[in-house]
């Protein structure tokens, strides 16, 4: 068997310092990740618990499987923004009665609920997961809909996540809803629009609008039990498919429903049984450079993710700055593209074309493991092609239909990305490690390129050139392209599905492979016209 062999030294400097660095950045995640668990904070917890209430993500937990693994998805969204990290929301991967589902949970302890604009991009971004993946939607409702001071922003895109619940249902994905508590304005149009209603007694509230806009648009007089309770919407409207008389009996009515769906998997199952690598993923902290412009060897990642440490390289000799090859990862078949120097010349391009050419021709997910400074530039390399061949690379990522899988190990700079399989590229799933960067370029060479044009422009002009200005221009730029470039930020802004522990990545690509199985797997042999 073609089995990794590891270089990696655990006793040296380097990998000691890597370590460090790593933990650190982990131990700032985990700081972040525990705010969000605290919903909106001690005060609105605590008077959410003497309502006799459960919190969000005690409401997911009783709903999944015991012991099953749940994927929880952009848990820091709205990072770095005016809005509250997390966006107030729940989203996550999650099995019920055995089927994997999408489960979404407003947090009413944040802003009660209400959809900011983070949460409205979250939402979709779940939606979007049922779909391409065919897995059932499962919202655990309690939202006093929009965020009336930014309803400017809100309005026009939280209107998609409606069109999306009901193209669920239009394609044959089950759309259940549980309500949990009001169900107001737009946010009664998430059980309006859904396959299945759970409502429970005394607690659900669904109205288009409550008895205090109601008394001013008609003058009627109306309580909010008669004008949207669960036994008026079980008895009279029919808005209710199901009557629970309490939060638990709601989730036991939602399970005894996904169990009731007959939600038979398109795709195959694993090929074989899930053997563990010969070696130790707690390494993993160590591989990736402290310093991004140091490379490594993604093998070595690599001999920590896939079944058995087993890889069949493809064309190892050729296009050396790109690693690709074919691999199992919990049993599924996978070829893998990992970035190794970083930067992809033409060879690399050539090779990764053909290669994901390989995969769809054989119903073959893709992995994308992304390290990379971008495609190389120069006169030499203009002149070999370099724009021709990255086409080749990205035209080939952009029209593959086997589904797409990556994650940010370290840098994603420029068209690498897109080449790589970045977010502008559909893969199914995208997740990043705390020490990865993603920028259209690194700071120092994107303000050296506005230095120079700057200098290029005073000299054509006949002026002097300010070296005191430029210098602070570096340096403020320097400044915005490194914190704009942070894994934090950009999670915050949902470019990614969330920031992972390296040690997690391979149990988090196995949870990732089994639900796009959900799907029918199948390759295209129809791509763009390659310019040769």
């Given at each position: 068997?073609p089995?990794?062999?590891?270089?990696?030294?655990?006793?040296?400097?380097?990998?000691?310092?890597?370590?460090?660095?790593?933990?650190?950045?982990?131990?700032?995640?985990?700081?972040?990740?525990?705010?969000?668990?605290?919903?909106?904070?001690?005060?609105?917890?605590?008077?959410?618990?003497?309502?006799?209430?459960?919190?969000?993500?005690?409401?997911?937990?009783?709903?999944?499987?015991?012991?099953?693994?749940?994927?929880?998805?952009?848990?820091?969204?709205?990072?770095?923004?005016d809005?509250?990290?997390?966006?107030?929301?729940?989203?996550?991967?999650?099995?019920?009665?055995?089927v994997?589902?999408?489960?979404?949970?407003?947090?009413?302890?944040?802003?009660?609920?209400?959809s900011?604009?983070?949460?409205?991009?979250?939402?979709?971004?779940?939606?979007?997961?049922?779909?391409?993946?065919?897995?059932?939607?499962?919202?655990?409702?309690?939202?006093?809909?929009?965020?009336?001071?930014?309803?400017?922003?809100?309005?026009?895109?939280?209107?998609?996540?409606?069109?999306?619940?009901?193209?669920?249902?239009?394609?044959?994905i089950p759309?259940?809803?549980?309500?949990?508590?009001?169900?107001?304005?737009?946010?009664?149009?998430?059980?309006?629009?859904s396959?299945?209603?759970?409502?429970i007694?005394?607690?659900?509230?669904?109205?288009?609008?409550?008895?205090?806009?109601?008394?001013?648009?008609?003058?009627?007089?109306?309580?909010?039990?008669?004008?949207?309770?669960?036994?008026?919407?079980s008895?009279?409207?029919?808005?209710?498919?199901?009557?629970?008389?309490?939060?638990?009996?709601?989730?036991?009515?939602?399970?005894?429903?996904?169990?009731?769906?007959?939600?038979?998997?398109?795709?195959?199952?694993?090929?074989g049984?899930a053997?563990?690598?010969?070696?130790?993923?707690?390494?993993?902290?160590?591989?990736?450079?402290?310093?991004?412009?140091?490379?490594?060897?993604?093998?070595?990642?690599?001999?920590?993710?896939?079944?058995?440490?087993?890889?069949?390289?493809?064309?190892?000799?050729?296009?050396?700055?790109?690693?690709?090859?074919f691999?199992?990862?919990?049993g599924?078949?996978?070829?893998?593209?990992?970035?190794?120097?970083?930067?992809?010349?033409?060879?690399?391009?050539?090779?990764?074309?053909?290669?994901?050419?390989?995969?769809?021709?054989?119903?073959?997910?893709?992995?994308?493991?992304?390290?990379?400074?971008?495609?190389?530039?120069?006169?030499?390399?203009?002149?070999?092609?370099?724009?021709?061949?990255?086409?080749?690379?990205?035209?080939?990522?952009?029209?593959?239909?086997?589904?797409?899988?990556?994650?940010?190990?370290?840098?994603?700079?420029?068209?690498?990305?897109?080449?790589?399989?970045?977010?502008?590229?559909?893969p199914?799933?995208?997740?990043?490690?705390?020490?990865?960067?993603?920028?259209?370029?690194?700071?120092?060479?994107?303000?050296?390129?506005?230095?120079?044009?700057?200098?290029?422009?005073?000299?054509?002009?006949?002026?002097?050139?300010?070296?005191?200005?430029?210098?602070?221009?570096?340096?403020?730029?320097?400044?915005?392209?490194?914190?704009?470039?942070?894994?934090?930020?950009?999670?915050?802004?949902?470019?990614?599905?969330?920031?992972?522990?390296?040690?997690d990545?391979?149990?988090?690509?196995?949870?990732?492979?089994?639900?796009?199985?959900?799907?029918?797997?199948?390759?295209?042999?129809?791509?763009?016209?390659?310019r040769?």
């Amino acid at each position: 068997m073609p089995v990794l062999t590891s270089n990696v030294d655990v006793r040296s400097d380097t990998f000691q310092a890597n370590r460090a660095s790593l933990l650190e950045q982990l131990a700032e995640h985990d700081r972040q990740l525990a705010l969000v668990n605290n919903g909106g904070g001690d005060k609105y917890v605590e008077r959410h618990r003497k309502r006799g209430k459960l919190l969000a993500r005690e409401r997911v937990e009783l709903l999944v499987d015991e012991g099953s693994p749940l994927l929880e998805l952009s848990p820091l969204a709205a990072w770095g923004t005016d809005f509250p990290v997390g966006a107030g929301m729940f989203t996550g991967v999650g099995v019920i009665e055995g089927v994997e589902c999408v489960i979404v949970a407003n947090d009413p302890t944040v802003r009660g609920g209400t959809s900011t604009t983070s949460t409205v991009r979250k939402n979709l971004r779940a939606m979007e997961i049922s779909r391409a993946n065919r897995m059932p939607l499962v919202n655990l409702v309690e939202s006093g809909g929009a965020d009336l001071p930014h309803q400017a922003e809100i309005f026009i895109p939280g209107g998609q996540s409606f069109h999306d619940i009901t193209a669920l249902s239009a394609a044959g994905i089950p759309t259940i809803a549980l309500v949990f508590g009001n169900s107001t304005a737009g946010g009664a149009y998430v059980p309006g629009m859904s396959d299945y209603v759970v409502m429970i007694d005394g607690r659900s509230k669904v109205f288009l609008g409550g008895p205090p806009l109601v008394k001013m648009a008609t003058g009627e007089e109306s309580g909010e039990e008669s004008l949207g309770g669960a036994d008026m919407h079980s008895r009279v409207s029919g808005l209710a498919d199901y009557f629970a008389v309490d939060e638990a009996d709601a989730l036991r009515l939602g399970r005894q429903i996904v169990r009731r769906l007959n939600h038979r998997k398109l795709g195959p199952g694993p090929r074989g049984p899930a053997l563990p690598p010969r070696y130790d993923h707690e390494e993993l902290l160590g591989i990736v450079s402290a310093d991004l412009r140091q490379p490594f060897d993604p093998r070595d990642v690599l001999a920590r993710l896939v079944d058995d440490s087993d890889f069949d390289e493809f064309k190892p000799r050729f296009g050396p700055s790109l690693v690709t090859g074919f691999a199992e990862i919990h049993g599924y078949p996978v070829g893998v593209l990992a970035n190794h120097h970083g930067v992809l010349f033409s060879e690399e391009s050539n090779k990764a074309a053909q290669f994901i050419q390989l995969a769809n021709q054989t119903d073959t997910p893709l992995v994308f493991l992304q390290n990379t400074t971008g495609y190389m530039v120069g006169k030499e390399y203009e002149q070999r092609g370099i724009i021709k061949d990255g086409s080749k690379m990205i035209n080939a990522v952009s029209n593959s239909t086997v589904p797409h899988l990556t994650v940010n190990m370290a840098a994603s700079y420029g068209a690498g990305n897109y080449g790589m399989c970045g977010r502008g590229y559909g893969p199914r799933f995208l997740f990043t490690w705390p020490n990865a960067k993603t920028a259209v370029m690194g700071p120092q060479q994107l303000a050296g390129v506005l230095s120079i044009v700057a200098r290029a422009s005073a000299e054509s002009m006949g002026r002097p050139f300010d070296e005191e200005a430029d210098a602070a221009m570096r340096a403020m730029v320097e400044d915005q392209i490194e914190r704009e470039s942070l894994a934090l930020f950009m999670t915050g802004r949902l470019y990614d599905d969330g920031i992972i522990d390296p040690r997690d990545t391979r149990t988090v690509l196995g949870i990732c492979l089994s639900a796009i199985h959900n799907n029918v797997v199948q390759g295209t042999s129809g791509f763009g016209v390659f310019r040769m």
